[in-house]
DNA sequence: TCATTAACACGGG
DNA sequence: CCCGTGTTAATGA
């Protein structure tokens, strides 16, 4: 686990701790559609990202979706930061985008953990402030951008967070994420191909250029 | 004008 | 047959 911790996240913390974290935390296996945090849920341990990347979405009562934003390796979900030490429920729904890799820290640790040392503090706060900025990011494409930019931007993030140029969804899936329609999302992704920027297929899309 | 909903046909697995 | 896809018509914001 030791060396795994230092290649994404050795930068950030020193040597003691990074032996912590690997002392008291469990390394956990996630597969692809798993759903990691429900909203409403409280959360009893803390995760790093190790590989692999976690979809974090927006539910509302009917079950609606929203996609937020993606966590990557070298992440941590600040939703969970916030659960864990306020014990507060969790607004957010996180799915595993593909098998991926986490270490999972109990909330106890953290605690100690932030007392002890000045470089997880930095990291809880520089983690804040990064998915604070994503979630603008979200709500500046639905408030500013039209749904063929948003689409645009979907599968930009998409080929970046699978480092693959072939979108592995549905038409049905990526509505979900943009929460729109199916007939819109063909639509929109049926001008693309004319343009020859993808290449649609069933259960794929290839992105040829965007 | 553009999104949504419902409906239908087509075709591949 | 089931599901994903492409398209259209009606309706509404």
Same mark, same amino acid.
């Given at each position: 686990?030791?060396?795994?911790?230092?290649?994404?996240?050795?930068?950030?913390?020193?040597?003691?701790?990074?032996?912590?974290?690997?002392? +008291?935390?469990?390394?956990?296996?996630?597969?692809?559609?798993?759903?990691? =945090? #429900?909203?409403?849920?409280?959360?009893?341990?803390?995760?790093? =990202?190790?590989?692999?990347?976690?979809?974090?979405?927006?539910?509302?009562?009917?079950? +609606?979706?929203?996609? *937020?934003?993606?966590?990557?390796?070298?992440?941590?979900?600040?939703?969970?930061?916030?659960?864990?030490?306020? /014990?507060?429920?969790?607004?957010?729904?996180?799915?595993?985008?593909?098998?991926?890799?986490?270490?999972?820290?109990?909330? #106890?640790?953290?605690?100690?953990?932030?007392?002890?040392?000045?470089?997880?503090?930095?990291?809880?706060?520089?983690?804040? /402030?990064?998915? *604070?900025?994503?979630?603008?990011?979200? =709500? +500046?494409?639905?408030?500013?951008?039209?749904?063929?930019?948003?689409?645009? #931007?979907?599968?930009?993030?998409?080929?970046?967070?699978?480092?693959?140029?072939?979108?592995?969804?549905? /038409?049905?899936?990526?509505?979900?994420? *943009?929460?729109?329609?199916?007939?819109? =999302?063909?639509?929109?992704?049926?001008?693309?191909?004319? +343009?020859?920027?993808?290449? *649609?297929?069933?259960?794929?899309? #290839?992105?040829?250029?965007?």
């Amino acid at each position: 686990m030791i060396e795994e911790l230092n290649s994404n996240y050795g930068h950030f913390f020193e040597k003691e701790l990074l032996e912590e974290i690997s002392k +008291d935390s469990i390394t956990k296996e996630v597969l692809e559609g798993d759903i990691l =945090i #429900k909203p409403g849920s409280y959360i009893k341990s803390m995760p790093l =990202i190790i590989n692999g990347a976690i979809k974090i979405l927006r539910e509302d009562q009917e079950g +609606d979706e929203l996609l *937020l934003y993606f966590l990557e390796k070298g992440d941590t979900c600040a939703m969970t930061l916030s659960c864990c030490m306020g /014990h507060h429920k969790s607004e957010i729904k996180a799915i595993a985008e593909m098998d991926s890799t986490l270490i999972m820290i109990p909330i #106890k640790k953290m605690e100690e953990w932030t007392a002890k040392y000045s470089s997880w503090r930095s990291f809880v706060f520089e983690s804040y /402030h990064k998915r *604070l900025m994503e979630a603008i990011e979200a =709500i +500046d494409n639905i408030a500013f951008l039209n749904m063929d930019e948003r689409l645009l #931007k979907y599968l930009k993030d998409k080929i970046k967070v699978n480092s693959d140029t072939i979108v592995h969804n549905t /038409h049905q899936e990526i509505a979900y994420d *943009l929460h729109t329609s199916r007939v819109v =999302i063909s639509r929109l992704l049926k001008k693309l191909e004319v +343009d020859g920027r993808i290449e *649609l297929n069933r259960n794929s899309i #290839k992105v040829i250029s965007l």
